[in-house]
């Protein structure tokens, strides 16, 4: 049986949340708080300088990219955000995000799912990430290839004041796809500490 492959790529912006596992490593919260005093920085900080991880007992943790435990986010809707689904080498369809927030056609082309979030960070502390490039390439293998069934879940999430239009996860035949590739490079990265240090 020959199955059509097809490939969705997402390319443009992404805007992540990392929730770290500090409380819950196997090293505790005053071992990181006490690490970050001797580089003279505050813990959200310090988990981003190079030299906070160096000379750790563990080889289990080089970076801060080894705390990340929970990730939240997806392809930001600006001008960059672009959207390729191809058979094979065949593109089959090219488009901005921003077609899937506010429709050109009469008739709707894409199942679009819409929701609404507003984010509330407590009791840990979040990598808050940028990236661009190839956000993410999702594969799909089936008997034929229904465009029908491809589902795009977006999401107007509020946080910390801003707004911001995320295509969050795809689904194909209410099964949902996770992305075998991507290539993007870190534009922002920043910590915020949102732990009550007094427990």
């Known amino acids: ?13 992404s805007f992540k949340i990392h929730s770290l596992e ?7 919260l005053e071992f990181f708080t006490e690490r970050a005093l001797q580089l003279g920085e505050p813990l ?3 988990l981003l300088n190079i030299n906070f991880f160096k000379n750790f007992s563990s080889d289990k943790l080089n970076s801060v990219q080894d705390l990340i435990g929970f ?27 921003d077609d899937l927030y506010d429709p050109k056609t009469l008739f709707p082309l894409f199942d679009v799912h819409k929701g609404t979030l ?3 960070l407590k009791n840990n502390i979040f990598l808050i990430e940028k990236e661009i490039g190839l956000i ?9 290839f229904d465009i029908a069934k491809l589902k795009f879940n977006i999401c107007d999430v509020e946080y910390n004041n801003d707004h911001y239009h995320l295509l969050l996860a795809l ?16 534009t922002s990265r920043y910590c915020v500490n949102h732990l009550n240090m007094s427990k």
């Open 171 to 186: 689904s194909y035949n209410q099964n949902k796809l996770n992305s075998i590739k991507s290539d993007t490079l870190v």
């Open 22 to 28: 500090v409380k819950n490593h196997f090293l505790s």
């Open 118 to 120: 507003s984010l509330k």
């Open 136 to 144: 993410g390439t999702y594969e799909i293998q089936t008997e034929k």
């Open 44 to 46: 959200d900080t310090a």
């Open 1 to 13: 049986m020959n199955l059509d492959k097809v490939k969705i790529s997402l390319y443009g912006e």
């Open 71 to 97: 990730t939240f986010g997806g392809l930001l809707n600006n001008h960059k955000a672009k959207i390729e689904i191809r058979r094979g080498r065949k593109l089959l369809q090219k488009l901005p995000l």
